[in-house]
């Protein structure tokens, strides 16, 4: 097992589910790369398929969806659309490590935390179980929590924010270096979310990941990630350095949101918010743009034609007003 | 103009014979709405802002203390004689889905109360048509496409905007928002805090809104009064941005370092709070509530429970005082209300982030 | 009238060639695991003739009610005047634990009876035909005398009729100064009142007794039990033991008719008493291997009995028209097509005795034959009307003939589905209910709550006991202390209403209320005019219309034992149990 | 440990209360019932030949074991017996202990429905699995189907549709009690092996009805699981198949324990139909007898003893569930 | 006006929305149309049946129970009486006394669950209390007892009795319901709003749990077949001449049903018309399950 951090390239990905009115796709044509060792934000608003891309790293996409096209090359895996199998098993865990949306949830309740560290440690192969026990509580040790005790509790005597933790450590316990955290933390509170970021930061830089975050909320990835990425609508309409993005976003969606959050200083009066509504699976438009319709800079050429993704340097943005004028520019 | 003085709530778990457990969900507190105003509550996650909430709307009895809507006191009417003076206070729930009846359409849902507004004040059934439209444009919506419409049908922003029509049916004098906007997507959330902003100054409607991102709270009512809330106790108040600007708890003060940064386009605050440990609601309830967690924390705080006091500049010449800010600086910023908190060792301290732009 | 027992005059060979003999108890559905062998215990794992053994075996003959085959007695002699009987004991009778029977047993089994109710032994001040005193002769022989302030005909059976278990485990059971209590007690009083009640707190003792072991004079003693079977094995010190066939017997399951239905077809059974079966079901039993139906009489028929206190059923020709209207041999065919014969008369005797009782006479009465001509001339001289094909109340009311039967006796149902088809077809409306249960039925048809119900009748042989069905306490008369009161329709249990006085075609008035009572005490000879006389009266004035006489059909098997009664014979009325302690069943060589 | 305790002697208070007004109730029933039992017993006794004088005595013999005095004092007399669990004496089982009468029919309720159950509840359960699994394909949609059909279906028709079949048109199997008599008692191959045979078609009618319920309630509890996060989360950390089916299994079984704990009561007091038709012995036959018979002490104690059986099951059921359920176990309430 | 929108647009629209949805959902699997048609092959059998034949069935005495023939499908019954005519004739009572049941177990089930949940405190707890003793006491035991002192005189009565001892389980259902549905912003609501308890209970409540209440109707329905038909089996009621149950009893205890071949088609008459009456029932609860489901109502 490599002890560096992996890369991944996603390439072309879609993702398509079933449904009465057909396989419509929940992420469409994206492509991504990670960097090794950075740490990569994802930010969208509900539905606009980021668990769908997380799952996708792990081919993990839940029927009725699929991976319809499109490649994941991790370094040290290869493309892990076409594992199967054994071999798929053994890299979740072992290479990638899942930080579940729902980490709240993550835990069989009826088994002490411990003993499903164990399953764990069993299903790939680890003979060395006090080790694993020994690494588990380390880490925890390095989250602020008292691992021998978490690992003798059962999922409802712990906290949120500690069992948010143990889905971390799970991931990490065997080593994993990529790690994907989908909504590390919705649903807990300011404080315990704070230390959760922390945490995450920390964790990455000491052990030398490579990190996805997930997540809806801006403020999250502007704490912890390098590179920020933007989905809407199943399409990744912009993605660059954090700073940079934030900065000075380029795609209207991306100035659009920034602007929508209340700051706690300066004039209120500035936030401004989003006309229209975010698509869902059905009503995200078939072709086109899949933001024209709430979009300042529509123009003819977004009813029809899907902008593509243009680098400009570090920044990708795939908008057509912005690529005109990147143009024009240039 | 709605004041409560010293509510307590404790819930008591049943469902255990022998091990009923209590649960202290408010312990006394004051807090004074003015007609048209604005009042936020902000706190960690259950330290009672939602009983708060209920407790005002009328939906929660409370166990102690004294509530008065315009003046008149609450505690000695019967549940009956109570109706009509909640009912000019109005909630609006935190999830949209729920808070509307999945099997009625949207001209149903508003048919019924507009109903019983009629028959209370003698209007004929045309009005109530009208009415339905009205508060339906006043949120924002257009009645012709709405009306005939099932909740599922329409999007999370659209429902929550017809929660608060549905509120407007019955001219209340004031809304509960609590959470109202934490299940609503990113880019909508705005939209409802500007139409609850913009009730207040159409309709005069007071708007106490509940949340944990205190940024939301200040986009409702800038010149409202903020309240922390932190184990069914009060520990600062004040005018919203004094609060959010110069925070003397250290409680607050954990909260407004908890916010995350905007890199790129905000500073961090140079002193951020970080409580030693995380909460734990079965802590002791000695001395001062935040002590354990607290970093700052004294001989007498184990010891003694602070209690709401208006912030003196004097008081900041304790041992912990960091940043020496000038009395009169002080004074100017509590303009009307005074900042009031509950600890004994205050101070201020610089937590928040500041755009780059005024740093 | 006295007949000498046969003593065990052993034809040497025969018997014990060992085998299973398979019976099932009809009395008795669902023989209880934990019931003592106490003959007494109505639950309890005594089993008539295999190892419960009675003094004498009644034979239930068709007019003599002291007739018997020897049990323990091995002889009798009953005094001419019916004031005693003198029972001497099978010389070689022993308990199976190897003790001999002796006359102190039997006092000790007669004593027992007092308690728990007995017709011979009851402590009712004034009842008839009561021992007044049991006598050790020696110790084989016992006699017993009759109370002659009110003697009964039936004295010796009521004698002989009784159990007898050994005294060296039973006696605890009776205190010492048990006899002069049991007189005390049959005379009036405060004192006689506190007797009596310790003598039945003694009868409930006897009830709840269990033996530790089964100790038997009979052929078998009782090997073990389960829920609903039981098994016993051969009695080698049974006093005619060389003459018992099979080694064991073993008493199956048994809860439902069904249960028995599917064993006799199967051929399982060497022998069951009757059960009802319908066609198809007894032609498949007849088509089992060896299966053999023996048919004999059996003292009882069914009438559908009137509440004369209601209106219509108080005009006997309503009553006389229901009578023709009703086809008594489809009811039966329908009914109990195997366990009955279509009454010929409505007499209230069984026909099997009535032509013993009233020879050339029988023919002479009224057989109402299926006739609506004249059920229809009947009801018109009634004065019911018929209206558009329904008949009507004279009034013009109009009028359902409502049949009750208890819930579970599955033949009266279906006769009285039967009768109520037959009914509306000739423009009766007519229904059918039930009663939750033969307790409940008995208990509402006697406080006058029904119309019309079935009743058992015609209950032999004894002759007071046949008519005393349709003259008895049921409808007004009662017989104390030989003494025949009549109380009003409604009272005292009076529901069927009759009339107390009857003017009878051919006899004049009578009274048959007290012509019954005549019975009690009357001989053969006395008796036979007195029949007569009933009869008319029953036939011309139908208090129940006799619907089918019983017929005692038995199960038995040749495959395995050869040796049964032979059609019509009297044993038949006895258990098997006795027909193979008499030596009769020989295993099939 | 402490929380279990208090659940217990909370639900034994409940339990005792619950019992007590059963009895009661059961009391009352039983004493208002029409029909005079003494005054039938003699009518029944003059019917089948006896002397009218004779047969009252003989019944005023056979019911001195009726209760005496007023309704009151019989009530509390046979409260005051119950707590020394005596139910009172059987009057068709001659004077005996009405609890050793029903202690004798209660083993061969047991056994057949312990085996029935038992037998239901693991193929149902694996059934059940199976039919989660193949929801959304046919043999999914036939298990379902018919495992409701067999839910729905009345025992009766089961039991009488088996009896028609397996004891009538091809007699291989018997259906008149527990064991053939020939048998000694004891650990022998005969005794057993009749035992064994006896008891087939009462335990597969027991089986049969009770297996519907399992399957569907196993289908519903595998599927409700299967959307649990911890399994989606259990896959996504590489865990092996069969792991992560034990975690599905032990989740799933769960509240399914409870119910066969709760099945367990009930089944005792549906045994009516069964024991009627297959003539086995036990409570239902018992009861249903007591009633004919109107044996009014046996009767209430069958249904008091059916009742009670019933409140065991339910404490039982929970203390089960709180030891399985780490949840329960700690003291928090999971669910009303 | 007001009265209108209400009325004829949106209510129709729904309307007809629904249908289509109920129509789609049947045809997704033809078993559940079976089962639908079987349902209303009940009820027609259970009105009009008894219609087609005299009041006082044909008999033949000399043909008692026979085996199924042309003339007489499944064969005749002790009287000699054709066993389907029996079936159909049947029905009536039955069915009635089942209906009387699921009316009286669904309307004293949801109405004290409804109180129940919605009133909380103390009426709660007694009701509830009252609810698990009920459901503690076995059912058919307590029907054996209570048919000694019962005199189950007609269906009505029947139905009556089977539905006082029925409801528990649905209280406790709607009960559990109805406190979830508490839960839910809208009746908070609507009680925020000052709408009358009434208004809450009919138009909020009740509408949102129809769907369940109309399944456990069906499931009544079959409860209250089940117990009646048992207890004419085990012969414990006032005899019926024309009842399911009846048939079961005197073919099985009278006419040896289960010892002669013979008389089967007497026994299967009832049994078959149990089992298709299950199966319907079955049927058609699997696709009501699916109509009412509102995730299936979104699309
Ligand atoms: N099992 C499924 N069947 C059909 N559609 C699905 C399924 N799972 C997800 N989708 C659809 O795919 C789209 C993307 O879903 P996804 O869960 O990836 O979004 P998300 O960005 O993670 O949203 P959230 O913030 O709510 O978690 C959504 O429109 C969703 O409705
Ligand atoms: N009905 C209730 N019964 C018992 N305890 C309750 C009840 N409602 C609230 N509580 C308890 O009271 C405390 C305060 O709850 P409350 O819901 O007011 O908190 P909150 O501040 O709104 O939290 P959140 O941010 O999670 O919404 C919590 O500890 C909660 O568990
Ligand atoms: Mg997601
Ligand atoms: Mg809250």
Redesign the interface.
């Known amino acids: 097992m490599s002890k560096v951090a992996p890369g991944v390239r996603i390439d072309g990905l879609t993702v398509v589910y079933k449904t009465?009115a057909g396989e419509l796709p929940a992420v469409r044509n994206i492509s991504l790369a990670l960097e090794p060792g950075s740490i990569t934000g994802i930010v969208g608003?509900?539905g606009s398929g980021k668990s769908t891309l997380a799952?996708s790293l792990?081919n993990?996409v839940?029927p009725p969806g699929r991976i319809a096209a499109g490649s994941v090359e991790i370094d040290g895996l290869g493309d892990v659309v076409g594992l199967q199998g054994e071999a798929l098993?053994?890299?979740?865990?072992?290479h990638i490590g899942?930080v579940?949306?729902?980490?709240q949830?993550?835990?069989?309740?009826?088994?002490?935390v411990g003993k499903?560290l164990l399953?764990?440690g069993?299903?790939?192969g680890v003979e060395d179980l006090r080790g694993l026990v020994r690494e588990a509580k380390e880490l925890l040790g390095r989250m602020g929590l008292d691992g021998a005790r978490v690992l003798d509790s059962?999922q409802?005597?712990l906290?949120g924010?500690?069992r948010q933790r143990v889905?971390i450590m799970?991931?990490l316990v065997l080593n994993a270096h990529l790690v994907v955290l989908d909504e590390p933390t919705t649903a807990l509170?300011?404080?315990?979310?704070?230390?959760i970021?922390k945490i995450v930061r920390e964790v990455h830089a000491e052990r030398g990941l490579t990190t996805l975050v997930i997540t809806?909320?801006?403020?999250?990835v502007?704490?912890v990630a390098d590179r920020l990425a933007v989905m809407y609508g199943g399409r990744l309409v912009e993605q660059g350095p954090?700073?940079?993005?934030?900065?000075a976003p380029k795609h209207p969606y991306t100035r659009?949101?920034?602007k929508?959050?209340?700051?706690?200083?300066?004039d209120?009066d500035e936030?401004?918010?989003?006309p229209g509504?975010?698509p869902t699976l059905a009503t995200v438009p078939k072709e086109g743009c899949v933001f024209r319709e709430?979009c300042p800079l529509r123009m003819d050429v977004c009813d029809t034609v899907d902008p593509d993704a243009v680098a400009d340097g570090s920044r990708v943005v795939a908008c057509h007003a912005v690529t005109v004028n990147v143009k024009e520019h240039a | 103009m709605i004041t409560g003085t010293g509510v307590v709530k404790t819930f008591k778990q049943r469902g255990k014979m022998l091990g009923a457990r209590e649960v202290r969900a408010l312990r006394g507190v004051d807090f004074a709405i003015p007609k048209g105003g604005a009042a936020s509550f902000i706190g960690e996650s259950g330290c009672g802002k939602t009983t708060l909430g209920r407790i005002i709307a009328g939906l929660e009895d409370y166990d102690e203390g004294e509530i008065l809507i315009d003046g008149v006191s609450m505690s000695p009417l019967t549940p009956k004689q109570r109706h009509p003076h909640f009912r000019k206070i109005q909630m609006i729930h935190q999830d949209p889905y729920s808070a509307l009846n999945p099997t009625r359409t949207i001209h149903q849902t508003l048919y019924a109360p507009l109903s019983l507004r009629a028959r209370q004040t003698g209007r004929p059934g045309s009005w109530i048509d009208e009415r339905a439209a009205e508060v339906l444009s006043l949120v924002g919506l257009d009645p012709g496409t709405v009306l005939s419409r099932y909740p599922h049908q329409l999007s999370g922003g659209m429902r929550q905007r017809v929660v608060i029509a549905r509120a407007l049916t019955v001219d209340p004098e004031m809304l509960v928002a609590d959470e109202a906007v934490s299940m609503i997507d990113v880019s909508l959330r705005l939209g409802i805090l500007a139409l609850l902003k913009d009730l207040r100054e159409r309709l005069g409607v007071s708007v106490l809104f509940i949340t944990h991102d205190v940024a939301t709270a200040r986009y409702v009512g800038d010149d409202g009064e903020l309240y922390v809330i932190y184990r069914g106790q009060v520990v600062e108040r004040g005018p919203v941005d004094t609060v959010i600007a110069d925070p003397v708890h250290p409680y607050t003060q954990s909260l407004l370092s908890a916010i995350p940064v905007l890199h790129g386009l905000e500073e961090p605050g140079e002193q951020p709070v970080t409580p030693l440990e995380s909460l734990d609601e079965s802590q002791s309830d000695e001395g001062c509530l935040f002590a354990r967690r607290c970093p700052f924390r004294g001989e007498r705080c184990t010891t003694e429970r602070p209690l709401l006091h208006v912030f003196s500049p004097r008081e900041n010449t304790n041992r912990h005082s960091t940043i020496g800010l000038e009395a009169d600086e002080v004074g100017l910023r509590t303009e009307g209300v005074p900042q009031e908190h509950a600890c004994f060792y205050p101070a201020r301290r610089n937590v928040i982030a500041r755009p780059m732009s005024e740093v | 009238a006295c007949s000498g027992g046969s003593t065990n005059k052993s034809s040497g060979s025969g018997g014990g060639g060992g085998g299973l003999f398979t019976t099932i108890d009809v009395n008795r559905p669902g023989i209880d695991a934990s019931g003592p062998a106490n003959p007494w215990a109505p639950k309890g794992n005594s089993f008539i003739g295999y190892n419960a053994m009675k003094l004498g075996w009644v034979k239930n003959h068709l007019t003599d009610p002291n007739q018997f085959y020897p049990g323990i007695a091995a002889s009798w002699e009953i005094a001419p005047d019916n004031s005693s009987v003198t029972i001497h004991i099978q010389p070689n009778a022993k308990w199976s634990d190897g003790k001999p029977v002796t006359a102190e047993d039997v006092k000790l089994s007669l004593g027992l009876a007092s308690t728990t109710g007995s017709t011979a032994f009851a402590i009712t001040p004034g009842a008839a035909g009561v021992a007044a005193d049991v006598q050790v002769v020696d110790d084989k022989t016992v006699k017993v005398s009759q109370d002659m302030k009110n003697p009964s005909m039936k004295f010796a059976r009521g004698v002989m009729d009784n159990w007898v278990v050994p005294a060296h485990v039973w006696s605890s059971l009776l205190p010492a100064d048990f006899w002069d209590k049991l007189k005390a007690s049959r005379s009036t009083g405060a004192e006689a009142d506190k007797d009596r009640e310790e003598i039945l707190a003694i009868g409930q003792k006897v009830l709840a007794f269990a033996p530790p072991k089964d100790v038997s004079a009979g052929p078998f003693t009782l090997e073990r039990v389960n829920p609903g079977e039981a098994l016993l094995v051969k009695n080698k010190n049974f006093y005619n033991a060389a003459q018992v066939a099979p080694a064991q017997v073993k008493f199956l399951n048994y809860s439902g008719n069904e249960q028995i239905w599917n064993y006799l077809s199967a051929g399982k059974l060497d022998h069951s008493g009757f059960v009802a079966a319908p066609t198809d079901v007894m032609t498949r039993i007849k088509n089992a291997p060896g299966s053999q139906l023996i048919k004999g009489f059996s003292p009882v028929a069914v009438g559908l009995a009137f509440n004369q206190a209601k209106k219509p059923y108080d005009n006997v020709h309503v009553r006389r028209g229901l009578a023709y209207l009703i086809d008594r041999d489809q009811v039966t065919k329908v009914a109990s097509p195997e366990g009955g014969i279509a009454a010929v008369t409505t007499s209230g005797i069984h026909q099997k005795p009535a032509q013993e009782w009233l020879g050339s006479e029988l023919s002479t009465l009224e057989p109402y034959k299926h006739d609506v001509a004249k059920a229809e001339a009947e009801f018109k001289q009634a004065g019911l009307q018929k209206k558009n094909g329904k008949w009507t109340l004279a009034d013009g009311t109009p009028w359902k003939f409502s049949m009750h039967a208890p819930a579970g006796f599955s033949d009266w149902i279906s006769a009285q589905e039967n009768i109520k088809s037959q009914l509306i077809e000739n423009g009766v409306d007519a229904e059918v209910v039930t009663v939750a249960d033969y307790p409940v039925y008995l208990e509402e048809i006697a406080a006058g709550k029904y119309d019309a119900g079935f009743w058992l009748m015609a209950l032999g042989p004894a002759p007071y006991d046949i008519f005393q069905r349709l003259y008895g306490a049921s409808n007004g008369w009662t017989n104390v202390a030989g003494k025949v009161a009549h109380s009003a329709p409604g009272k005292g249990g009076n529901w069927m209403g009759s009339a107390e006085e009857i003017d009878v075609q051919g006899v004049g008035k009578v009274n048959p209320g007290e012509l019954t009572a005549k019975l009690n005490a009357a001989t053969a000879d006395q008796a036979k005019p007195i029949m007569l006389q009933l009869a008319k009266t029953a036939n011309q004035d139908l208090p129940a219309i006799q619907l089918w006489d019983y017929v005692n059909t038995q199960f038995t098997n040749t495959s395995r034992f050869t040796g049964w009664p032979e059609q019509d014979s009297d044993l038949l009325r006895l258990p098997a149990g006795v027909w193979i302690q008499l030596g009769l069943i020989k295993a099939k060589q | 440990m402490v929380a279990i305790a208090r659940r217990l002697a909370g639900h034994l208070a409940r339990g005792i209360v619950m019992i007590l007004v059963v009895a009661t109730i059961s009391f009352f029933i039983v004493r208002s019932i029409p029909g005079d039992p003494v005054a039938a017993n003699v009518q029944k006794l003059i019917q089948s030949g006896m002397d009218p004088q004779a047969a009252e005595q003989a019944t005023r013999v056979l019911y001195g074991f009726q209760p005496k005095g007023s309704l009151w004092e019989q009530y509390t007399q046979y409260m005051a017996g119950l707590l020394h669990f005596d139910l009172g004496q059987s009057v068709t089982h001659a004077g005996a202990p009405v609890t050793q009468v029903l202690g004798e029919a209660a083993k061969w309720t047991v056994i057949p429905v312990l085996a029935g159950t038992l037998l239901s509840f693991l193929v149902g359960i694996v059934m059940g699995v199976y039919a989660a699994i193949k929801r959304s394909g046919k043999l999914g949609d036939i298990l379902a189907i018919s495992g409701s059909l067999l839910h729905g279906v009345p025992q009766y028709v089961l039991g009488l549709l088996l009896s028609a079949i397996f004891a009538t048109l091809i007699p291989i199997l018997p259906a008149d009690g527990p064991v053939d008599i020939l048998f000694e008692p004891g650990f022998n191959a005969g005794y057993i092996g009749s035992l064994v045979e006896h008891a087939v078609l009462p335990v597969l009618t027991y089986a049969l009805a009770a297996y519907g319920g399992w399957i569907l309630a196993m289908k519903s509890s595998v599927v409700t699981v299967l959307g649990d996060d911890f399994i989606l989360a259990a896959e996504l950390r590489g865990m092996k198949r069969s792991i992560i089916f034990r975690y599905i299994a032990r989740n799933a079984i769960l509240p399914l324990f409870t119910i066969l704990a709760l099945s367990l009561g009930v089944l005792l007091g549906g045994a009516v139909f069964i024991e009627r038709i297959f003539n086995y012995p036990g409570l239902g036959l018992l009861l249903l007898d007591s009633i004919t018979m109107r044996d009014y002490a046996l009767m209430g104690g069958a249904f008091l003893l059916i009742t009670v059986s019933i409140i065991v099951a339910n404490i039982i059921a929970d203390l089960f569930y709180s030891v399985i359920d780490p949840r329960v176990r700690s003291g928090e309430e999971v669910s009303g | 006006m007001s009265v209108l929108l209400e009325s004829s647009s949106t209510s129709a629209t729904m309307r007809r929305n629904f249908w289509a949805g109920v129509w789609r959902v049947m045809k997704r699997k033809p078993s559940r149309m079976v089962g639908v048609v079987l349902i209303l092959g009940f009820v027609f059998m259970g009105v009009f049946g008894p219609m087609f034949y005299p009041a006082q069935l044909d008999r033949d005495p000399n043909a008692i129970t026979r085996p199924p023939s042309w003339e007489h499908w499944l064969g005749t019954d002790d009287q000699g009486r054709d066993v389907i005519a029996l079936v159909v004739t049947g029905s009536r009572y039955v069915l009635l006394a089942a209906l009387v049941t699921a009316v009286i177990t669904v309307v004293v089930g949801a109405g004290i669950g409804l109180f129940s949940g919605f009133k909380r405190g103390r009426w709660d707890n007694v009701l509830m209390r009252l609810t698990d003793m009920k459901l503690t006491i076995p059912g058919l035991p307590l029907l054996l007892v209570l048919s000694t002192v019962w005199k189950f005189s007609s269906a009505v009565q029947m139905g009556l009795v089977l539905g006082l001892l029925s409801w528990g389980g649905v209280a406790r259902a709607v009960r559990s319901q109805t406190l979830s549905l508490r839960e839910r912003g809208f009746i908070e609501a609507a009680r925020g709003l000052g709408l009358s308890t009434t208004h809450i209970v009919s138009k909020e409540l009740l509408p949102s749990m129809a769907p369940y209440i109309a399944m456990n109707m069906l499931i009544a329905v079959t409860g209250g077949v089940y117990a009646q038909v048992g207890l004419f089996f085990l012969g414990v009621l006032p005899y019926e001449s024309n009842n399911w149950g009846q048939m079961l009893n005197t073919a099985v205890f009278r006419s040896g049903a289960l010892t002669v071949p013979s008389a089967l088609g007497f026994l299967i008459g009832p049994l078959l018309a149990i089992l298709l009456l299950t199966l319907a029932i079955v049927l058609v609860v699997d696709a009501m399950d699916e109509i009412f489901n509102p995730r299936l109502r979104e699309e």
């Open positions: 009465p608003e509900s799952l792990l993990a839940q098993r053994k890299a979740r865990g072992k899942y579940f949306q729902a980490a949830n993550s835990l069989n309740p009826l088994k002490t499903q399953d764990l069993r299903s790939h059962h409802h005597e906290s924010g500690m889905g799970l991931a509170d300011m404080i315990t979310q704070a230390n970021l809806h909320d801006i403020g999250v502007a704490e954090t700073r940079e993005v934030l900065g659009g949101l920034i929508a959050i209340p700051r706690l200083v300066g209120i936030a401004r918010a989003l509504r975010p709430r």
